[in-house]
């Protein structure tokens, strides 16, 4: 079965540093996204991204938060000087086919543990 | 954007049938009620989706009543490998799906 692999599995950097996480989506997935989760906390939408472009962000994507797709296959997310509070699981979530009705139905990754120091 | 309610939390012996119901008042008319499963440490996995009346995979069911203000999910003979955090989300058209805090199944041997 297709599935969304990130990388790495687990991250640790220094406050201040850049990051980059990274992800390959279900191939003929036209929908892209990421959602973190704070250990015990909700899973959080963060991006979607459609068409190369974003098409929705939350509150917590500000300025030091990027996305991008650089190629046919990865999809990464860009955290360019880390605080502590970015310390989470990040997930990786694709969708499929064109939205003709019906609820999306994402596909996730196993995810990024990112630990701030 | 439906708002949910659903038990914090469950607690079902192995082998039984558990059914965990969520209640989304003001859902749209054109959303659909999907349910994800979140193991520990890893990502949310869709496990059933559907519109109204009674959707089964071999997974799950999934029961939607006429007015759609609530919708059940049923685990035939639950096993320990079910405990989880299940996700009940109503969404449709271009809404991004949204996670609430779901119901956290604990299977008991």
């Known amino acids: 079965e297709p599935e969304v692999t990130q990388t790495p599995s687990h991250q640790v950097t220094q406050m201040g540093q850049e990051v980059i996480l990274r992800c390959v989506p279900i191939?003929?997935?036209?929908?892209f996204y990421w959602y973190r989760q704070i250990l015990g906390q909700k899973v959080e939408f963060l991006v979607s991204?459609?068409?190369?472009?974003?098409?929705?962000k939350s509150e917590i994507f500000d300025d030091q938060f990027s996305v991008e797709r650089p190629d046919g296959s990865n999809f990464t997310l860009k955290i360019r000087s880390t605080k502590l509070e970015d310390s989470a699981m990040y997930f990786c979530?694709?969708?499929?086919?064109?939205?003709?009705?019906?609820?999306?139905?994402?596909?996730f990754g196993s995810g990024t543990q990112l630990s701030v120091l | 954007l439906a708002k949910t309610t659903q038990p914090i939390s469950m607690d079902s012996y192995e082998g039984q049938e558990v059914n965990i119901t969520c209640s989304h008042n003001?859902?749209?008319?054109?959303?659909?009620i999907t349910w994800y499963q979140q193991f520990p440490s890893q990502g949310p996995r869709f496990i059933i989706q559907?519109?109204?009346t009674k959707v089964t995979n071999e997974v799950a069911s999934l029961f939607i009543p006429a007015d759609r203000k609530s919708s059940t999910l049923s685990l035939p003979r639950v096993s320990l490998s079910d405990t989880a955090v299940y996700y009940c989300?109503?969404?449709?058209?271009?809404?991004?799906?949204?996670f609430g805090t779901g119901t956290k199944l604990q299977v008991i041997p």
């Open positions: 979530a694709s969708s499929g086919t064109l939205r003709q009705g019906g609820g999306e139905k994402l596909f």
């Open positions: 191939s003929n997935h036209l929908y």
């Open positions: 991204f459609y068409n190369n472009e974003i098409s929705e």
């Open positions: 003001n859902i749209a008319t054109n959303d659909y």
């Open positions: 559907g519109y109204k």
């Open positions: 989300i109503p969404s449709g058209g271009y809404q991004k799906v949204t």
